[in-house]
Nanobody, 126 residues
Framework: QVQLVESGGGLVQAGGSLRLSCAASGRTLNSYAMGWFRQAPGKEREFVAAISWSGGSKRYADSVKGRFAISRDNAKNTVYLQMNGLKPDDTAVYYC???????????????????WGQGTQVTVSS
């Protein structure tokens, strides 16, 4: 069983930055792709970014491309989401997730992910 714990959320003004962390326990994740998703009030959970098992492939939603950066530190069993140039539309609960199929490239499809964290709130004020 995998446990994921997100941290780093908070309240920030538009144009500001936050760095989210997702620490995993229960399994070494260096063979698995990981992703970040978000869910705003009244909306469905949506893809934000994903990173392959090796870190060599990264994917982003068009809405965050050029502003967000996903990375991973396999030695720390942790994945990060650096968020710059934040906008009020980025306000949401952010979740990290694991694709437990080995050596994945980081799918965009939410159904490909098997384990989820509890989420961390990001609020961007205008």
């Amino acid at each position: 069983q995998v446990q994921l714990v997100e941290s780093g959320g908070g309240l920030v003004q538009a144009g500001g930055s936050l760095r989210l962390s997702c620490a995993a326990s229960g399994r070494t994740l260096n063979s698995y792709a990981m992703g970040w998703f978000r869910q705003a009030p009244g909306k469905e959970r949506e893809f934000v970014a994903a990173i392959s098992w090796s870190g060599g492939s990264k994917r982003y939603a068009d809405s965050v491309k050029g502003r967000f950066a996903i990375s991973r530190d396999n030695a720390k069993n942790t994945v990060y989401l650096q968020m710059n140039g934040l906008k009020p539309d980025d306000t949401a609960v952010y979740y990290c997730a694991v694709d437990s199929s080995r050596y994945g490239l980081g799918p965009r499809d939410i159904s490909e992910y098997d384990y989820w964290g509890q989420g961390t709130q990001v609020t961007v004020s205008s």
